[in-house]
């Protein structure tokens, strides 16, 4: 009985990790490591990277500028409806990325929500540069969001006490002791929406469109080549797990949680 | 010397906590079990915690006036405070904690003896090293008042004597108003002028040390204090004492009036031991049989199944006694204290 259960244990084990690895070294095998590279030389290839790493950018820096005080708030405050909005933090995460797409033409559409008025300032989004950014943004922010939130709460409320008896004033506090203590965790939330936000597909397709050197992403450029030249969208899907491969190693590398660590470790809290 | 004065009530869970006290340039300990509000009294007057109403001030300065919508905040009252656990900031070094606040470190660390460990990181330190810094750290803005948390919880019992004496020393230089919070009787009468019982947020009974043990105002300050609570049905004697019928069923003799329902309280430290009754002064010999024994440094504890006496290690191990050994413990008539219930 015992040996069957282990045997069923490794079999399961196998069967899971070759699901996840061959489709991964099929993109490496099938095409010779030569061809890869020439695909990445050419024109849309090119284009969409840039594209990707513009939008990225932006998009990404928005996040963590307004994602970082408000997952501060959301974590140490305690207000009416923190669990409504502790919901909504993580609903773009349940939603099909294509929902996501609607919602924002919904928003920001021409006869979205907000339409009449980016009329009346001469600013039309969809279909735009403006608009890969905003899709990107709507997708990837939950994930830095909620990580944020879990590594803001587990931050010691005493430390933050202690330094306002010191004399810091909130901003203070918030600089010196939350941001360094919740470095590690920032970081890993930030890399995992990244890494979201550079794979953005559908909320983009359906809110910005395709249009090589505007809209045209990476994933965007990967759907556009698969029928015209699938050894291009084997050369960027190629790119992409190198990306997604540097970005865990660089996690795990890190040694994020060395603070945490070592104040856990000390003497156990008494009443 | 201006006092700090607390005059509040801070709602919490299950109890309000309702202060009215003035503390002097002296070291004044709050004492009471874990839960009885101690570590919220300290958050209120650092201005962490906001009293439903009342008063706190410092001196001329008003820090809490819930009349006059009053609530300096709390980087704004110069309050030093020493937390439980110390709460030091594991991310900065030691001399960065203390300047935390402005200030230098280097006066600090050197009359806490801690100078050496200026680079350190907290995770680095011992114990005591770490209640140093606290203080260092506590100390370094020039606070008006100094709130301890449980000073000495954190520190293993063998540095405990030696920390506490320093701390004690510490304590009267400064000459501050100190409120320190504890729930160990030993450290309160260690380290304060005057001590304060609380029991669900309120203050049972204040003096200083030798008032609380020597009258203890009820069976709760008493069991606090260390001392054997035994409870009986008192009654005159022909010989001009107090006899106590303890429900447990021996009676105990007392020099002090007493009638009805009565607590007897007896401290461990005045009760001896012996293999037989003694031949001696002492009207109460009590035979009973030994539970267990803890040592104590050079005394012992030694727990008989009614109570519990204190005795040197030397005696024990001259009388050689053991668990499950029956002995017969002897107090005088004079040093059991009677609490008549009202």
């Known amino acids: ?271 | 010397m201006v006092p700090l004065r607390l005059d509040f009530s801070l709602p919490l869970r299950t109890f309000d906590v309702e202060l009215a006290l003035d503390v002097e340039a002296e070291t004044f300990a709050l004492v009471g079990p874990s839960g009885s509000g101690k570590t919220s009294v300290l958050r209120a007057i650092a201005g962490l915690a906001k009293p439903a109403r009342g008063l706190i001030s410092l001196g001329e300065c008003i820090w809490f006036d819930s009349e006059r919508r009053v609530d300096v905040r709390p980087e704004d009252r110069f309050v030093g405070y020493v937390f439980q656990e110390y709460a030091l900031f594991p991310h900065l070094t030691v001399e960065q904690n203390v300047t935390f606040g402005g200030g230098r470190a280097d006066r600090l660390l050197w009359r806490l003896r801690i100078e050496h460990l200026a680079k350190a990181k907290p995770g680095e330190l011992s114990g005591g090293e770490r209640q140093r810094v606290a203080i260092a750290r506590a100390l370094a803005r020039g606070p008006r008042v100094l709130l301890l948390d449980e000073p000495m919880a954190a520190l293993d019992p063998h540095t405990r004597g030696s920390v506490r004496a320093e701390l004690h020393d510490l304590l009267r230089e400064l000459a501050l108003p100190a409120l320190l919070v504890t729930h160990d009787f030993e450290d309160a009468a260690a380290l304060a002028d005057r001590v304060g019982v609380l029991s669900d947020g309120k203050l049972r009974q204040v003096g200083t040390p030798a008032d609380l043990l020597g009258s203890p105002a009820d069976p709760f300050v008493a069991r606090l204090a260390g001392a054997n609570v035994l409870s009986g049905v008192a009654a005159r004697t022909a010989n001009g004492l107090t006899g106590v019928l303890l429900d447990a069923g021996p009676t105990i003799f007392a020099a002090e009036e007493g009638s009805g329902r009565t607590d007897v309280v007896v401290y461990p430290w005045d009760v001896s031991l012996a293999r037989e009754a003694p031949d001696d002064s002492a009207l109460n010999h009590v035979r009973d049989e030994i539970v267990s024994l803890t040592p104590l440094g050079n005394r012992a504890r030694v727990r008989l199944k009614l109570l519990t006496a204190e005795v040197t290690t030397a005696s024990l191990e001259r009388l050689e006694l053991q668990p499950g050994d029956q002995v017969v413990a002897s107090f005088k008539a004079t040093q059991a204290r009677l609490l008549t219930r009202t």
């Open chain 1, 1 to 271: 009985m015992r040996a069957a259960f282990s045997a069923f244990l490794a079999v399961a084990t196998a069967v899971a990790l070759a699901f996840l690895v061959l489709p991964v070294v099929a993109i490496f095998t099938r095409v010779p490591p030569g061809d890869l590279l020439h695909a990445l030389g050419q024109d849309v290839t090119r284009d969409a990277l840039l594209v990707s790493l513009k939008t990225s950018a932006i998009a990404h820096a928005a996040v963590l500028l307004f994602g970082t005080p408000a997952a501060w708030v959301i974590a140490r405050k305690r207000f009416p409806g923190r669990g409504l909005v502790l919901a909504l933090v993580e609903l773009p995460l349940v939603l099909p990325p294509a929902v996501a797409g609607i919602a924002l033409l919904a928003t920001f559409g021409r006869v979205g929500l907000l339409g009449n008025e980016l009329d009346a300032l001469g600013i039309q989004i969809p279909f735009t540069q403006a608009a890969v950014v905003l899709a990107v943004a709507f997708v990837e922010s939950p994930f830095y969001v909620r990580g944020a939130i879990a590594t803001f709460e587990a931050i010691d409320g005493t430390l933050l006490d202690a330094a306002r008896t010191l004399g810091a004033t909130p901003a203070r506090v918030f600089a010196r002791v939350a941001l360094p203590l919740a470095a590690g965790g920032l970081g890993a939330a930030s890399a995992l929406a990244l890494a979201r936000g550079l794979g953005e597909f559908g909320a983009t397709i359906i809110f910005a469109g395709s249009l090589q050197g505007v809209t045209q992403t990476l994933p965007l450029a990967i759907y556009a080549q698969f029928e015209a030249d699938f050894d291009t969208a084997l050369a960027i899907s190629a790119l992409f797990i190198v990306i997604g491969a540097l970005l865990l190693v660089a996690l795990k590398l890190y040694p994020w949680f060395r603070f945490v660590s070592i104040f856990r470790s000390r003497f156990a809290p008494s009443t």
